[in-house]
């Protein structure tokens, strides 16, 4: 089996509503990742990274995502998801092409943004992958979602 070669693609989701009034509560990455999993593009989004909400301004209502996918070298996913809409809780959010560093840091170890690996604060590092507490090199092996289950009828393999 050949595996192609992959880099990263910046994405941005924009016109995200940033309140949601009937919830009482803002957008949260987790939120995002919930919507893009319901989404007709889900399986061209590999996120390499958690979504980075940012609110547009202090009086706006609105914010945009930034999302880091994983994509071969010839942008093929970037290029099947860009200028394609996403229902986000009533709203209608549009994927758009993104500038690599949109100036706020990335934790590599609790993959929070707004802070550098160095001054994070978290307790224990975070697999990218399912936010566990392990590693992503351990994350098919303590990972319930990849695990797999060799007691179910039939028994499921472990992912990976």
């Known amino acids: 089996m050949a595996i192609l070669p992959t880099s990263t693609s910046y994405l941005k989701l924009v016109d995200i509503p940033y309140l949601f009034p009937h919830m009482g509560q803002t957008i949260t990455p987790e939120k995002v990742m919930d919507y893009i999993r319901r989404s007709p593009v889900a399986s061209s989004v590999i996120l390499m990274a958690p979504p980075c909400v940012v609110h547009n301004s202090a009086a706006s209502d609105m914010a945009t995502v930034y999302l880091n996918i994983a994509n ?10 860009i200028n394609r809409p996403i229902q986000m809780g009533g709203a209608v959010a549009y994927i758009c092409a993104a500038k690599a560093n949109p100036g706020v840091a990335l934790c590599q170890r609790c993959w929070k943004w707004g802070h550098p690996s160095s001054a994070c604060r978290g307790l224990q ?26 007691k179910a009828t039939p028994p499921t393999p472990p992912h990976g």
């Open 125 to 150: 590092a975070k697999c990218p992958l399912c936010m566990g507490p392990h590693s992503r090199e351990h994350h098919h092996t303590l990972a319930g979602c990849c695990k797999g289950n060799t």
């Open 72 to 81: 071969t070298v010839s942008r093929v996913r970037a290029k099947e998801v």
